[in-house]
């Protein structure tokens, strides 16, 4: 499959998504002079600002998403250590995590979640929670307790945990399809143990794939920032200018173990759907098409003898798997499904994850320079 993102991720680390490097004060009004004879008078047109305006301060967003992050500590034995389960030596690396050296994983290592349900319902990283024998989460207002894993899911990096509480501050969600690059966002979460530190960027990108979780069935279609990123926030929230939970933030791209220019966090449509599934079932019930896919390019669609770049190209179907079922060939190319068009494999992977076994969506497919119209009823995997 062909990488949307080609990065020298050296050091990919599992860390927070802070958002920041961006003033936001306001410009000093100048002083105009007094008009003179033949100067005509202004006329004010009041213009209502869109939702997704640049805000005067983020304070009442912040402000709502900081009692909703908590602190995670996970603890290892030293037998899980021994048998290199430690997520944390594979996104950080041991000399970033032991840098005196003695090249032993770390006992312990700390993350951010977000209270998904007033509960005690928590969503984090699955590289968070992974192998560890004991969790203690802290609340905003410091209160601690002993959590227990709920349910996991590798292929996404993500995790529910559980703390026996009620009445705990839940976010509302924001509907992270609507999300547009440029938009103003905030990360929550606890770099190196710095608790509650809130921080602010922007979209850079939507459905990056940077090959995290080794391919294969995993999804990856991460929401891009240009936010300062660093360890500790693997978990934490990725909120927008209204205060609402747009994802959790969950990696960074680096050479150095600490923040190099890319961030990226699971969108919250994605990361919802399974924590619902987790919850219900105890793990992600998971619909497939039934296909390997790769993506379009101008050079493959002059190949293929297309006048379109951008599509989800199936290479193989699964023998009995729902692609297969409906009726798709090997070299069709799924340009939408359900109306909305579809450009990247990440996209695909995310619609397609998102969706339960037994619905039906209606793709658009171009065969040979023919767009077709054909619904697939997905099965489970």
Do not use: C
Request: glycine share 12%.
């Amino acid at each position: 499959m062909k990488q949307i993102l080609s990065l020298a991720l050296a050091g990919m680390v599992g860390g927070l998504i802070t958002l920041g490097g961006y003033s936001l004060m306001q410009p000093e009004s100048p002083a105009f002079p007094q008009p003179g004879p033949y100067a005509q008078s202004v006329k004010n047109i009041n213009i209502p600002a869109k939702a997704n305006a640049f805000p005067f301060d983020f304070k009442d967003a912040a402000a709502r998403a900081m009692p909703a992050v908590v602190h995670i500590s996970a603890t290892m034995s030293q037998s899980a250590r021994n048998n290199g389960a430690d997520p944390f030596r594979f996104f950080f690396g041991d000399e970033f995590m032991n840098p005196f050296g003695g090249g032993q994983a770390p006992a312990s290592g700390a993350g951010s979640g977000v209270i998904f349900s007033p509960d005690g319902y928590i969503l984090t990283n699955n590289h968070v929670v992974a192998s560890a024998n004991q969790l203690e989460v802290t609340l905003y207002d410091n209160r601690t307790f002993k959590a227990e894993v709920v349910g996991t899911d590798e292929k996404t990096d993500l995790a529910v945990i559980k703390v026996e509480a009620s009445g705990l501050p839940a976010l509302p969600l924001a509907n992270s399809d609507e999300a547009q690059v440029g938009e103003w966002v905030l990360a929550v979460g606890n770099p190196f143990d710095l608790t509650s530190t809130v921080t602010a960027g922007i979209i850079s990108a939507k459905g990056r794939n940077i090959n995290l979780l080794g391919g294969g069935r995993s999804i990856e279609s991460f929401i891009q920032t240009d936010a300062a990123v660093n360890p500790g926030n693997s978990g934490g929230a990725l909120v927008d200018a209204q205060g609402r939970l747009l994802g959790i933030n969950t990696a960074i791209a680096t050479r150095t173990g600490v923040f190099s220019g890319y961030s990226f966090a699971i969108p919250i449509n994605l990361a919802a759907r399974i924590a619902d599934d987790i919850i219900e079932y105890g793990s992600f019930q998971r619909a497939f098409l039934g296909v390997t896919i790769s993506d379009l390019d101008s050079k493959y669609a002059e190949e293929l003898g297309v006048n379109i770049a951008q599509g989800v190209v199936i290479e193989e179907l699964a023998d009995g798997g729902s692609a297969q079922y409906a009726g798709l060939l090997p070299k069709d190319i799924i340009t939408g499904v359900n109306g909305r068009e579809v450009k990247s494999v990440p996209e695909l992977q995310e619609i397609v994850g998102r969706s339960k076994v037994g619905d039906v969506l209606n793709l658009t497919v171009n065969r040979r320079g023919e767009e077709k119209k054909v619904a697939v009823r997905l099965k489970a995997g």
